[in-house]
């Protein structure tokens, strides 16, 4: 049994030939199932996946478009050098974050080793209702929602 939680920390269900991206107990068992001929309850399943160290968890979804490398540079080097041009100058530095409905939103639950989150790598391509707010460190927050135009508008910041 050490291979099945090898195969769930390792590999997702699509990896080993499932229509699903998720582990949930009822694929860990047909899995178990599949590979080993040993029928168990959901339930039973649900224990063994405790016993061997993993709990069921909710994804961080990481779009694979990131480059990891360029945002440390931009934390690391240009962000302070904006800071203290922004400081010399007077100006205030000012965030915007977009936020929405979207159809892509994962509700369910995967399997992981205790305290370490499973991350899923997805596109940005998506069908959504969405915000932008605008904010800074310690001061205001303005919000706009839109579709295809601003539908709605929070204040009169932007």
Request: hydrophobic residues 40%; proline residues 3%; charged residues 25%.
């Amino acid at each position: 049994m050490e291979r099945v939680v090898r195969w769930v920390v390792g590999a997702g269900p699509s990896g080993l030939q499932f229509d699903v991206r998720l582990w949930t107990t009822r694929v860990v068992k047909e899995l178990i199932e599949r590979e080993f001929g040993v029928v168990y309850s959901r339930q039973w399943v649900g224990e063994l996946l405790r016993l061997w160290g993993l709990s069921a968890q909710r994804l961080l979804v990481r779009a694979y478009e990131q480059d990891q490398v360029r945002v440390e540079a931009w934390r690391r080097v240009e962000y302070p050098a904006l800071r203290a041009a922004a400081k010399e100058a007077g100006a205030k530095i000012f965030f915007a974050d977009e936020d929405g409905v979207r159809n892509d939103y994962h509700s369910g639950t995967t399997w992981a080793p205790v305290g370490k989150t499973p991350v899923v790598r997805g596109t940005g391509s998506r069908v959504s209702v969405s915000m932008i707010r605008r904010s800074r460190r310690g001061g205001s927050c303005a919000s706009s929602w839109w579709k295809a135009r601003p539908i709605l508008r929070y204040s009169s910041g932007f």
